[in-house]
């Protein structure tokens, strides 16, 4: 069963579906098993599976059990994992059963020990049983990081790299030969000091290549992995962003160091280790076949019990790793609501979540810290008596003639050369081992979406344009159904509904950013680069002023930004600041107000764009600077060429608008405000109701 970790809360059925898959021989990612933008944010039901089992050619019986009593003795008759529903919103797989206890994987930790009662209490009675089917097919799923990786190692740098660590290598291998030499006296003094000098320079030379060498490999490890991994992070639909947080986000970009580290100065300098101890081994049977195969010996029995420990250090590893994003989560999460937690005087439960939340990651870390010691005590052990043993056997022998006293110095040095390699071996599975699991984790950041080619037609009078467009999160339940109209080049749009009618829904789907049936067509070529916005969750970065109204390599027509500063009644603030234009903002935008941060907003999005979009763009907007961008924005001839789509609960901005588009009950109905009033029932109880909560 190879284990497999959720990515969010909400796909933890998909990664015990994808342990159940490679239990059978088909290793399928968690990322493979769902191919909608989102899930939906409870997570998905154990009918989802119906689908993905046709797919996967697997069988599956759902029990539930209303006795706990029988829990156990139905599932100890089942051999293989199953997936139980836990706590009534996760699942989890069960293993094993034990006398004693059950091994569980939770795909939230990891593997997990726990006691029968313990089961049972968090045990929610459903229980999902799977066989493959008699066309079932073995299968292995690529993953996109390790080829990224392959092509990291296997250049012409590595070569440099292998040489320089294997000439060190050699170096104290000869080392040791020659002390032996210089003991048996076969040497005069002045070409013991000419060889231990010559030793030296090359030695000097070898590390020279390896930094080289490394700091070139590190490099091409960026140029590769990091950006792919960047370029496949933002070639990510915007729905891919509201099932991650950025915490967890910024976990998986890190794991990337991580393992840059562990390659170049731990697995590639260990890996390399073992060609100069092998030779190592072949000298030192021509000194003593006894010694050597007593060596051989003892080093085999330190791997066979060094399996244990690797065994118990990766479940750990995983578990920790898991808990360390979680936490990153949290904390992101917090931090971005720090003016909600100051303004409700919510520190103290918010500490208290922290505290909970670190002290499971100081308790998987503990976990680690027992079983580095357990490790570093069995070296410790293994190299004391395997020296011991091998000088008692050692000085044995020397009595009766078969080696001298050199040959032995010579053996106990090879043997500290020969058990470091040995505890190196036991490093670089764990290390690969570790790799292997974070690779995994990171995969989906290496994967590039088919994104849906954008439809343009240049040359229409429309600048967007809609046809037979259906959306929704869940596709059994659309939020838009089957719309179709148009926006001409120039027009000024108002989309207007009820609370949660699909409003800000649609403006995404205009925008691109949501994915959807039906065919959403530009009248724009590279529309992308005359699109301006304002959306709800937008601000101010920390640059000056003037950064953040101009995109870099945008044309900079200062007395065209002016003009919109002053349409929208910003120019005023501008000019009382110290350096102007030039001013800096705080992150977020934090020295201005929420209006002032509108304003600068509208003025980005008008400035040198031609197809903007707002969503609740004069929401800290008082009722004179609104009305003062309806007047010198949406009605002002000098902004005709600009189309603009807002979204707004100001109902005033119908009677500065061309369009309105009122969306209820998934449908959409397109005219001006005057043919909806005339026409639409529903859209004169909407202008009632609002005017009436007015």
Known sequence: LKIALQNSDQDCLLACYSMILSYFGKNVSINSLYKREMIPPDGLSISYLKELNIKYELN????????????????SKIKKPIIVHWDLNHFVIVKNVKKKHIEIVNPEIGKVKISKEMFLEH????????????????????????DDL?????????????????????????????????INQKYTYLISLSMLLMMIIIQIFSLVFKQKAQIKENKIYEKIISYNMFEGLFNKPLLYFRNSTIGTLME???????IRDNILLKILPSFLNFFSVTVLFIYL?????????????????????????YIKKNQLNIE?????????????ESLSQIDQIKAQAQESSTINNWKEKSWNIVNSYNSILKIEGLSYTFNQIFNYSSIILLMIFGIHLTKYGNITIADLILFQ????????????????TFEISKIKVSGEKINDLFLKNNTKRKVIEQKSNNALSLKNVTFGFDEKAPILKNITFQVKKGEKVAIVGDSGSGKSTMLNVLLGLYTCDGEVVYGYRDFRKITGVVLQNMTLSKQSIYNN???????????????????????NLINSLPNKIYSSVFQNGKNLSGGQIQRLLIAKSLFNKKLIFWDEAFSSLDNYNRINIYRNVLKNSQYSDKTIVLISHHLDVLSYVDKVMFIENGNAFFGTHNELIKNNKNYRRFLDTANTNN
């Open 150 to 182: 392959k092509s990291v190692l296997m250049n012409k740098n590595i070569i440099l790299f292998s040489f320089s660590v294997m000439l060190a290598q050699i170096v104290a291998l000869i080392f040791s030969i020659v002390v032996r030499d210089i």
């Open 320 to 332: 920790y790793m898991q808990r360390t994003i979680q936490f990153s989560s949290l904390a992101q």
């Open 60 to 75: 599956m019986k759902v029990y539930r059990i209303k006795d706990k009593e029988k829990t156990f003795r139905v599932i």
């Open 549 to 571: 109204l101009v995109d870099e390599g945008n044309d900079s027509n200062m007395q065209k930004l002016n003009q919109i500063l002053y349409d929208v009644n910003i120019i």
């Open 413 to 428: 040095s090879g043997m500290s050369i020969f058990s470091s390699s040995v505890s190196q071996l036991q490093d670089i």
């Open 123 to 146: 045990f929610s009675n459903v229980l999902l049983m799977f066989d493959p089917k008699s066309d079932f097919t073995k299968d292995k799923e690529k993953i996109e990081f390790f």
């Open 252 to 258: 998986k970009i890190n794991i990337k160091t991580t």
């Open 285 to 309: 049977l021509t000194v003593s076949l006894l010694l050597s195969l007593l060596l051989l010996g003892m080093s085999i029995i330190y791997l066979l019990i060094s399996v244990f420990i």
